[in-house]
C-alpha cells in the first residue's frame, strides 16, 4: 500500500483531512503542479488533464500495474483498468468504463489509455492481435470523421461514442459493437471563429496524393471549400498529411476494401464540392423569386461524380416537389431555401456516411452470435457544454450528460446509501443532490422539454420555435429548474443575460441558456424528399445506399421519428446497457480553459468538482463500505480459505461466511453483515483477501495439478500394462498358433508320408515299377524252394565223419548253404552225441582230454585217436592176482597195464605193472605181485613226454613225497597217451589242479640227490616199434633214441 507513503497530497480522497471543497481543490492543484494527474475516491478515478504528454504509460507501465492490484500502486488509469478487466475476466462480471468531463478534459485520450491497456494485458495469437487491432484502429477513423478542433478542444468528439468490447470466457478480445450518438452534423456546413470541420477534410486535401486528387478532382488548398473555415486551416501539433496516411492504413486494417475506402473519399468530396456549389437569385415568369446555380461547372462535377444528370441534381436543390391528395406541385425555392437545401443534402450525406462508416466497422468487428461473451463497455460521449450561443446539439448534449450524472447518483451514492439501509447496516444519511427532477423535465414523456417539441414539430397549423417556448413557457413556469423571460418577468426578476427567445436550465453541472431558434428545424431533421430521391438515382453505390427512403417503393408518409426522440431512445438504451453492468468511473477534469499545461485554474475546477458532486461522492465513501457482496458469491470465492468451508459446505451461506472471516482473524470493524451481504470497510482487507485467496489457488493449485499427473501417469501405466499384456497374449497366442500350425502341417506331413506309404505298401503289389521285384522275389522264392526241397532230398548221410554236401546251385546260396551245411552236421553230432552210452561220453571225454593235450604236440598222438581207451590191458578183471596189486587203493583202476622202467643209472629197462587208479599210481614189478612203488597222485608233480612216436615219459615227483626222494620215474608205455591223459583227469580230480605235461626232447630226471638230463632222438625207426634204446654219457646225462 502506497497510500500516504511518499505521495503528494493524498492518493485517495477519502482519507483528505478536512474534507470541504477547499483541501479537495488544493489537493488536486497540489498533485497537479507535480505531475499527479491522478486521483482517487474509492475505486472513482479523477484525471486532471495534463495538456503535455507525461512519462507514466507505455509497456513498462502496464506490466508494472498489471501484476499488482488497485491501492498498491499510485493512483493510475491503468490501475482502473486492471480492475474493471481482472473483475471481468475472473469474476465474470460485464463492466462498463463511464468517462465524464467537460469538452477537452481528456475523456477520449482516457478511452484510448483504456482500450491499449486492455489490450496490452488480454490474451495473445494471431486471430486476437488482429482482432485487437481492428478495435484499436477503429479509433484513428472515428476521430477523422468524428473529431474536430473546437476551441475548447484541438481533437473534440463532435459524437457520442459507447464501445463494447467482447470478450471470451479467457479474457481474449473476440470483437467489439460501437455504438454512436448524434454527430454533430451542423458543423459540416458551419463552424464558430477559431474552430474547424471535421479533420477528415483537411487530411483529405494535405494528405491525398496527386492523382487521388485529380481523381476527385478536389483542389489541394483548404480556402478553395467554402465549407472549410477559411482563417483556421491548421491546428498546431496536428499533422493533417500523415494523419490522412494513419487513418487510410487502418481502414485497410479494419478491413475496408480498396473500393470501400475510394468510394469513402469520393463521398466526402462531394460534400466539400457541394458546399462550393453557388446559388443565384432567379425570377419566374410570374414573378415569383426562385434559384438556380451560379457555376455550372462544379454542380457538373457533382454531378459526374455521383453518376447523376446535373440538372435533375439542380432541380432537387432549387425546388421542391409538394404532394398532395391530387396531384404533385412543384414550388421554386429562393436563394435562402435553396442554400439551405444545399446544406442540407451535405449535412445529411455527411451524417449518413459517418454512420455508415461505424456501421462498416461493426461489421468487421462483429462476434459470431454462438459465442458466450463477456463485456466492456466504454462510454466517451461529449461532455457537458455551456456555450454562448446554446442550441439544440447543446441541449442534447447536456440531457445526455445530465442522464449520465444520473446514472452515477443512481450507481454509487444513491443506491449506495439505499444499500446499507436495505441491508440493516447502521447508516448516517449523506445528502446529496439529486438529478432526477432535472432529467424529468427534460424527458418525462408527456410533459418533458423533448415531448413538447415533438408536439410542437408534430401540430398542425403554425409551427414556429416561438410557440415552441411559449408552450414551454406556459407549462414549467413553476418548474425550479426552468427559466425564461417570461418566467422570470413573472418573479419579477431582471436578467439581462436572458434573451427573449431563449430559455435556461439548471443543470446538475450549472445554468445553461438555450436559444430556441432552429429547435423545430433541427428536431425535425427533414430533408426534402426531392433531395432524397434524387441521391437514391445516384449511380454512386456508396452514395445510393446512403439514401434508402429515397427508392420510390420504399416511400412512406409516415414520418420519421425526430432526433429528439431519437435521442431520447438511444440514451434510454445506453443507460439499460449500462445498469446492466458494473461501473468504473473515470471523472476528467479540465484544468485550464487554454489547454496549456501547468496551470490549473481553481474556479473552473471548482465549478467541475461541485457539479461532479465529488465532495458528495467522498462522504458517502468515506462513511461506507469499499466493498460488499452477496453472501452466496463471497462465499464461493473464500471459502477455500477455511478449512470448515473447503471442500464442502453444508450450512447457510452467511453462517458458511462468517465462519471463513472468523478464521482470518479480519477486525471486527472491518466488516458488517447485512442482511443478504457482506461489508467491507477497507480495500486493504479485500486485497488481504485476494491475496490469501491467491496464495490458496496456488496450493490447490499445486493439488490439482499433482493428482491430475498422477491420475494421468497411473492411467497411462494401466493403458500400457494392459496393452503389454493385450500384446504379449497376442504374441504368445500367434506364437502358439504358429508352432501349432507348423505341428499341424508336420503332423499333417507325416500322416501324409504314412497314408502314402501305407497306401503304396497296399498297393505296390500293383505297381508296374514294382513288378520286376515281385517277379524277382517270385523267382528267388521258387529257385529257393526248389534248392531247400532239392537240398531235402539229397541230403548226406547221418555219418559224422561224412562231411559231404551238395554244392550250392546258384552262387547267392553259396553263405545260407554253407549255413545249412554246418546246421545240418550240429545237427548230426547232436544226434551222434544223442546217441551215445554214458561210457561212451566218458570215453569220448578223456580223447577229447587227450587231444587238448597232446594234438599236434605229440606225433604217435593221431594213431592213437581211433582206438579206444581199453585201460585194462592186462587183464586185470579176471585176474585176482593182479587184483591184489591195487592193494588198499580205492576205486577202479584206471589204467592197467606193463611199462618198462629206465634204469636212471645205467639207461637198462625193466617191465613194470603201472596201476593208476583215482588216488595213486601203482607200480609194481610183474614178477612179484607185491606192490613196489605207490605213488599219491599228490606227489605227482608233472610229466614229460617227447614229441615222438615213441612211449617214453618221465614222471615228475615232488621232492617231499615219500616216494620222492627215490627220484623221478622214467617209464615207456605202449598207451602212453591213454595213460597221461587218464593220470591228468585222475590229478585233476584228485587235487583239483592240472598236471602239468611237459612236450619235450630234453628234459631232466631227479635221481636220488641228484638229477640226469635225459636227451631223446629220433632213431631211424622213428620209435614206431616201440623199441628204444638208452645210453648213459655221463654220470649225468642219459641219451635216449626211439
Ligand atoms: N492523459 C493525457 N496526457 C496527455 N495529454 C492529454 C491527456 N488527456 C488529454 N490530453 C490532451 O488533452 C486534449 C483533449 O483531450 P480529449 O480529446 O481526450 O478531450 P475530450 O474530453 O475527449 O473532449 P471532447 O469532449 O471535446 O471530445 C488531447 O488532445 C490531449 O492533447
Ligand atoms: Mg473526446
Redesign the pocket.
Known amino acids: 500500500m502506497t497510500l500516504l507513503e511518499g505521495s503528494v497530497g493524498v492518493e485517495d480522497l477519502v482519507l483528505l483531512e478536512p474534507l470541504e471543497q477547499g483541501s479537495l481543490l488544493k489537493n488536486l492543484q497540489q498533485r497537479y503542479e507535480h505531475k499527479e494527474?491522478y486521483t482517487y475516491i474509492g475505486n472513482v478515478l479523477i484525471?486532471v488533464?495534463?495538456?503535455?504528454?507525461?512519462p507514466i504509460y507505455g509497456p513498462e507501465f502496464i506490466a508494472k500495474y498489471r501484476d499488482y492490484t488497485f491501492y498498491e500502486l499510485q493512483p493510475h488509469i491503468y490501475a482502473l483498468a486492471n480492475v474493471a478487466y481482472q473483475s471481468l475476466r475472473d469474476r465474470d462480471r460485464d463492466q462498463c468504463i463511464l468517462i465524464t468531463?467537460e469538452?477537452?478534459?481528456?475523456?477520449?485520450?482516457?478511452s484510448k489509455?483504456v482500450m491499449s491497456y486492455v489490450a496490452a494485458v488480454c490474451g495473445k495469437g494471431e486471430q486476437v492481435n488482429s482482432v485487437k487491432e481492428q478495435l484499436l484502429q477503429s479509433n484513428p477513423v472515428l476521430e477523422a470523421f468524428g473529431n474536430a478542433k473546437?476551441i475548447?478542444?484541438?481533437?473534440?468528439?463532435r459524437f457520442g461514442k459507447y464501445m463494447d468490447i467482447e470478450f471470451d470466457f479467457k479474457g481474449s478480445p473476440l470483437g467489439g459493437v460501437i455504438t454512436n450518438y448524434l454527430l454533430e452534423k451542423s458543423r459540416v456546413v458551419k463552424q464558430l471563429e477559431g474552430e474547424r470541420n471535421f479533420h477528415i477534410f483537411y487530411q483529405l486535401l494535405a494528405g491525398a496524393e496527386a492523382d487521388l486528387l485529380k481523381d476527385l478532382k478536389l483542389e489541394r488548398e483548404t480556402r478553395c471549400y467554402v465549407y472549410l473555415n477559411r482563417k483556421v486551416s491548421r491546428v498546431d501539433g496536428m499533422d493533417d498529411a500523415s494523419n490522412f496516411k494513419a487513418v487510410q492504413s487502418a481502414m485497410a486494417v479494419i478491413g475496408f476494401s480498396e473500393k470501400e475506402i475510394q468510394q469513402v473519399l469520393e463521398v466526402t468530396a462531394l460534400v466539400l464540392k457541394l458546399g462550393n456549389v453557388e446559388l443565384a437569385d432567379e425570377f419566374q415568369a410570374n414573378g415569383v423569386s426562385a434559384s438556380g446555380i451560379r457555376d455550372g461547372r462544379g454542380i457538373q462535377e457533382i454531378g459526374e461524380m455521383m453518376g447523376l444528370n446535373s440538372e435533375e441534381l439542380e432541380k432537387a436543390l432549387c425546388s421542391r416537389t409538394m404532394k398532395t391528395a391530387k396531384e404533385n406541385v412543384v414550388t421554386a425555392l429562393n436563394v435562402v431555401q435553396a442554400q439551405y437545401a444545399r446544406d442540407a443534402l451535405a449535412k445529411n450525406i455527411y451524417s449518413r456516411l459517418f454512420n455508415w462508416i461505424v456501421n462498416r466497422i461493426n461489421e468487421s468487428i462483429k462476434v459470431g452470435t454462438g459465442e458466450k461473451k463477456k463485456v466492456m463497455g466504454v462510454l466517451?460521449i461529449?461532455?457537458f457544454e455551456i456555450l454562448e450561443d446554446n442550441s439544440f446539439e447543446q441541449f442534447v448534449i447536456n440531457y445526455c450528460n445530465e442522464k449520465l450524472q444520473q446514472v452515477f447518483i443512481e450507481m454509487t451514492l444513491k443506491e449506495e446509501q439505499e444499500e446499507y439501509e436495505r441491508e440493516g447496516i447502521p447508516w448516517t444519511k449523506v445528502d446529496y443532490s439529486d438529478n432526477g427532477v432535472i432529467c424529468n423535465l427534460i424527458e418525462h414523456n408527456q410533459r418533458g422539454i423533448l415531448a413538447m417539441l415533438d408536439e410542437e414539430c408534430l401540430r398542425p397549423g403554425v409551427v414556429s420555435d416561438t410557440t415552441f417556448l411559449a408552450k414551454l413557457n406556459h407549462l414549467f413556469s413553476k418548474h425550479t429548474h426552468y427559466e425564461s423571460k417570461v418566467t422570470q418577468n413573472a418573479q419579477r426578476q431582471y436578467d439581462h443575460t436572458m434573451g427573449l427567445s431563449s430559455f435556461r436550465i439548471c443543470h446538475y453541472a450549472g445554468k445553461v441558456t438555450y436559444n430556441v431558434n432552429g429547435f423545430i428545424d433541427k428536431n425535425n431533421d427533414l430533408l426534402f424528399r426531392d433531395l432524397s430521391q434524387v441521391m437514391w438515382k445516384a449511380r454512386h453505390p456508396l452514395l445510393q445506399s446512403l439514401f434508402p427512403e429515397g427508392d420510390p417503393k420504399q416511400a412512406s408518409l409516415k414520418r420519421p421519428p425526430t432526433a429528439g426522440a431519437q435521442f431520447k431512445s438511444s440514451v434510454a438504451i445506453l443507460m439499460k446497457n449500462l445498469y446492466s453492468k458494473n461501473p468504473n468511473y473515470i471523472r476528467?477534469i479540465k484544468p485550464n480553459e487554454h489547454?496549456q499545461r501547468g496551470q490549473f485554474s481553481s474556479e473552473l475546477v471548482a465549478i467541475q468538482t461541485r457539479y461532479l458532486g465529488l465532495l458528495e461522492n467522498v462522504r458517502v465513501r468515506r462513511a461506507g463500505y469499499a466493498y460488499r457482496q452477496g453472501y452466496r458469491p463471497f462465499l464461493e470465492r473464500y471459502r477455500l480459505l477455511s478449512r470448515s468451508t473447503w471442500p464442502r459446505w453444508n450450512g447457510g451461506d452467511r453462517e458458511g461466511v462468517e465462519k471463513v472471516v472468523g478464521e482470518l482473524s479480519l477486525s471486527s470493524e472491518e466488516l458488517a453483515f447485512g442482511k443478504t451481504k457482506i461489508f467491507i470497510r477497507s480495500p486493504k482487507t479485500l486485497f488481504h483477501l485476494e491475496e490469501r485467496r491467491r496464495l490458496r489457488l496456488q496450493q490447490l493449485a499445486t493439488l490439482i495439478q499433482k493428482t491430475y499427473r498422477g491420475w494421468r501417469c497411473r492411467t497411462h501405466y494401466r493403458l500400457m500394462r494392459k496393452s503389454q499384456i493385450l500384446i504379449s497374449a497376442w504374441f504368445r497366442g500367434n506364437m502358439q498358433k504358429k508352432r501349432y500350425g507348423k505341428i499341424k502341417a508336420s503332423s499333417l506331413l507325416i500322416q501324409a508320408f504314412v497314408r502314402g506309404w501305407k497306401a503304396r505298401k497296399d498297393y505296390r503289389k500293383y505297381f508296374r515299377s514294382g513288378a520286376a521285384l515281385t517277379l524277382a522275389n517270385f523267382i528267388y522264392k521258387s529257385i529257393t524252394r526248389k534248392f531247400l526241397l532239392g537240398l531235402k532230398d539229397n541230403l548226406p548221410s547221418t555219418n559224422i565223419l561224412d562231411k559231404t554236401w551238395p554244392a550250392a546251385p546258384y552262387k547267392c546260396f553259396h553263405t545260407a548253404n554253407q549255413e545249412l551245411r554246418q546246421l545240418f552236421y550240429r545237427w548230426k553230432c547232436k544226434k551222434f552225441r544223442d546217441r551215445l552210452s554214458l561210457k561212451q561220453v566218458e570215453n569220448l571225454r578223456e580223447k577229447l582230454c587227450a587231444s587238448e593235450l597232446f594234438k599236434d604236440k605229440k606225433a604217435s598222438y593221431p594213431q592213437s585217436v581211433p582206438i579206444p581207451f581199453r585201460g585194462d590191458y592186462i587183464g586185470l578183471q579176471g585176474n585176482p592176482k593182479l587184483q591184489k596189486l591195487k592193494g588198499g587203493a580205492e576205486g577202479p583202476v584206471l589204467v592197467a597195464e606193463t611199462v618198462k622202467k629206465v634204469n636212471r643209472g645205467n639207461g637198462k629197462t625193466s617191465s613194470r605193472i603201472l596201476l593208476l587208479t583215482k588216488e595213486h599210481v601203482i607200480l609194481t614189478d610183474t614178477k612179484k605181485s607185491q606192490a613196489k612203488t605207490v605213488i599219491g597222485l599228490d606227489s605227482v608233480a608233472g610229466v614229460s613226454v617227447t614229441s615222438f612216436k615213441d612211449g617214453l615219459f618221465s614222471l615228475h615227483l615232488n621232492e617231499i613225497s615219500s616216494v620222492g626222494s627215490k627220484g623221478d620215474f622214467l617209464l615207456v608205455s605202449e598207451h602212453v597217451i591213454e595213460l597221461l591223459t587218464k593220470m591228468y583227469r585222475a590229478v585233476l580230480d584228485a587235487t583239483q589242479k592240472q598236471l602239468p605235461v611237459t612236450v619235450t626232447e630234453d628234459f631232466s630226471v631227479r635221481f636220488k640227490e641228484s638229477s640226469v638230463a635225459v636227451k631223446v632222438t629220433q632213431g631211424p625207426e622213428r620209435g614206431r616199434n616201440g623199441k628204444l634204446s638208452c645210453k648213459k654219457t655221463g654220470s649225468r646225462c642219459l641219451d635216449v633214441t626211439v
Open positions: 494527474i484525471s488533464n495534463p495538456y503535455q504528454q507525461l468531463g469538452s477537452g478534459a481528456g475523456k477520449t485520450e482516457a489509455l473546437t475548447r478542444n484541438n481533437n473534440s468528439s466517451d461529449y461532455g476528467c489547454q
